[in-house]
C-alpha cells in the first residue's frame, strides 16, 4: 500500500516570491508520481507527472518536481509566484499492485499574496 | 482539454432517501471512470473504479449496497448513494479515463457536494 503526506496545509506567500510545496511518498513498490492543481470551482487538472527518465519535471507555467528516491520526495516548487497560482495543490502517487490507481495527499492550499 | 463534468453541483437531502450524482466526459469516451470522495481537509479516497460494461470494483471499507456505481456507456457514470444519512454528506469526486495505464490520464470533474440532513 502506497500513503502521501503532505506536511502544508497552508502556505501564504507573496507575489514574485519563491514557494515550495511539500510531498513526502510511502511505498514498498516502484511508484509514479503526479501533482495536481484544483483552482476554485473546478476539477483536478494535472500539473506534472514523473514516471520514469529525469527526476527533474517541469509544467508549462514554471512549476517544477523533482523525484528524490532516497528521501522519498516529491516537492513541488516555482521560483517566481503569481497571484493565479493561488490554489489547491495535491501530490499523488500509484504503482506495484494499485496501478491505475490514485493516493492522494491531504492537498495544500497555496495563496499568493499582492 | 479533456472536459468532465458532475451534476449536480450541490444536492441537499433529507436522511433516508437515494441521491444519484451523474459523471460524464464530455469530449472523450471514457473506458474507465473512478469515483473519489473528499472529507473536509482531507485528502480524497478512491472509492470505486468502473469500467464500462461492468461491475465496478470496490475499495475496502465502501459498501457496494449503500453506493451503487453504473458505467452504462463511454460517456456516463452515475453514483447513486441509497438511503443517505448525515455522514454520507461529503464531497464525491469522479474522474475519467480512457484506461488505467500510466499514459491514460484521469481527468476530474468538479466535484458534487451532498448534505444530507
Known amino acids: 500500500a502506497q500513503s502521501v503526506t503532505q506536511l502544508d496545509s497552508q502556505v501564504p506567500v507573496f507575489e514574485e516570491a519563491p514557494v515550495e510545496l511539500r510531498c513526502n511518498y510511502s511505498?514498498?513498490?516502484?511508484?509514479?508520481l503526479f501533482w495536481y492543481v484544483q483552482y476554485p470551482n473546478q476539477g483536478l487538472q494535472l500539473l506534472l507527472k514523473?514516471?520514469?527518465?529525469?527526476?527533474l519535471v517541469e509544467s508549462i507555467n514554471g512549476f517544477e518536481a523533482e523525484f528524490n528516491k532516497s528521501q522519498t520526495s516529491f516537492h513541488l516548487r516555482k521560483p517566481s509566484v503569481h497571484i493565479s497560482d493561488t490554489a489547491e495543490y495535491f501530490c499523488?502517487?500509484?504503482?506495484?499492485?494499485?496501478?491505475?490507481?490514485?493516493?492522494f495527499g491531504q492537498g495544500t492550499i497555496l495563496t499568493v499574496h499582492p | 482539454g479533456a472536459v468532465v463534468s458532475q451534476h449536480p453541483s450541490r444536492v441537499i437531502c433529507k436522511s433516508g432517501t437515494s441521491v444519484k450524482i451523474e459523471c460524464r466526459s464530455l469530449?472523450?469516451?471514457?473506458?474507465?471512470m473512478f469515483w473519489y470522495r473528499q472529507f473536509p481537509k482531507k485528502s480524497l479516497m478512491l472509492m470505486a473504479t468502473?469500467?464500462?460494461?461492468?461491475?465496478?470494483?470496490?475499495e475496502q471499507g465502501v459498501e457496494k449496497d449503500k453506493f451503487l456505481i453504473n458505467h452504462a456507456s463511454l460517456t456516463l457514470s452515475t453514483l447513486t448513494v441509497t438511503s443517505a444519512h448525515p455522514e454520507d454528506s461529503s464531497f464525491y469526486i469522479c474522474?475519467?479515463?480512457?484506461?488505467?495505464?500510466?499514459?491514460?490520464?484521469?481527468?476530474f470533474g468538479p466535484g458534487t457536494r451532498l448534505t444530507v440532513l
Open positions: 474522474s475519467a479515463s480512457t484506461g488505467t495505464g500510466l499514459n491514460n490520464e484521469q481527468f
Open positions: 511505498s514498498s513498490v516502484s511508484v509514479y
Open positions: 514523473y514516471l520514469s527518465g529525469s527526476t
Open positions: 499523488a502517487v500509484t504503482g506495484g499492485t494499485s496501478y491505475g490507481k490514485l493516493t
Open positions: 469530449d472523450f469516451q471514457a473506458t474507465t
Open positions: 468502473s469500467n464500462e460494461g461492468s461491475k465496478a470494483t470496490y
